[in-house]
């Protein structure tokens, strides 16, 4: 097993991706600890792993002294031992938002296919404060509070490896989405540049840019949208969870040894080339 006797920490771990993330590595022999916002949620998640290899812990990667407080518990709990960060935790945004872009979206597919383009996106110029800042809090702050907290515990050995959620938001952008576009952005940055700060210390960091994923947090585009989606994706179809779980796998693993501030992106085609 590629990942015996080592211990991960899987931030978003009580759904989707951070599930299947969660899943595979404890049937590669890790110890899993399990993060979501509720503890009911990371619960699940840990009673479905394969041998029982895993904990949860229920912390907003939001909030710093959240974040800190949890790695105190993996830090006294655990022994210290942390060898794999995976920064999953993810937001698409409140209710109304995805209600208001799922109406403006197939408003410009409509014409669009009629030949007429009347509707303007206008996203940026009617976010509020709120989505924005919410946004950048969970995915941008969320990566850097737990990565600073990981390196702590990584550093006393200089041995880890982080992988960090990015999307191809961040390789391409997307007109709907300028703040997770950003946020992804940020986090694709931030990847290469902690590379370079802790590749003496034998500590490696990448990233992962999916392309669109069946999971809950996509659940709520339409089935015009999906169709709109998977027709400009060349394989033809969405991907899913395990697939990603799979790439993850292999950066947590010894097979990537010498993959550090890369990005590896399982998208079917959506964005190729870099």
């Not at 404890?26 to 009673?47: H, Q, S, Y």
């Not at 990847?191 to 990448?206: D, F, L």
């Not at 033809?236 to 969870?241: C, I, L, N």
Request: charged residues 20%; contains cysteine; aromatic residues 6%.
């Amino acid at each position: 097993m590629r990942l015996n006797d080592r211990v991960a920490l899987v931030t978003g771990g009580g759904s989707g991706i951070g599930r299947a993330i969660a899943m595979r590595f404890a049937a590669e022999g890790a110890t899993v600890v399990v993060n979501d916002l509720t503890i009911e949620a990371a619960r699940k998640t840990v009673g479905e792993l394969d041998g029982g290899r895993g904990r949860a812990i229920a912390a907003d990667v939001s909030d710093s002294a959240q974040v800190r407080a949890m790695f105190e518990e993996v830090d006294r709990d655990l022994g210290g031992q942390l060898d794999i960060l995976v920064n999953n935790a993810g937001i698409a945004g409140s209710g109304a938002d995805r209600e208001r872009l799922r109406t403006m979206v197939e408003t410009r597919v409509a014409e669009t296919m009629a030949g007429e383009i009347q509707t303007h996106w206008d996203v940026t110029m009617n976010m509020t404060d709120e989505a924005w800042h919410q946004m950048i809090a969970v995915h941008l702050n969320g990566t850097f509070f737990c990565t600073r907290e990981a390196l702590k515990l990584m550093s006393r050995v200089n041995r880890g490896t982080i992988i960090n959620l990015s999307s191809v938001a961040a390789l391409s952008g997307l007109d709907t989405v300028p703040h997770y576009s950003a946020a992804k952005g940020g986090i694709l940055s931030f990847t290469r540049a902690v590379a370079r700060e802790v590749g003496s210390r034998g500590i490696r960091v990448n990233a992962i840019c999916p392309g669109y994923i069946e999971t809950p947090m996509t659940s709520g585009i339409s089935p015009l949208m999906q169709k709109v989606l998977i027709s400009r994706t060349p394989l033809g179809r969405w991907g899913q969870p395990e697939e990603i779980a799979a790439t993850a796998l292999f950066l947590a693993s010894d097979d990537s040894a010498f993959y550090t501030g890369q990005w590896l992106s399982p998208n079917g085609g959506l964005v190729i080339g870099g």
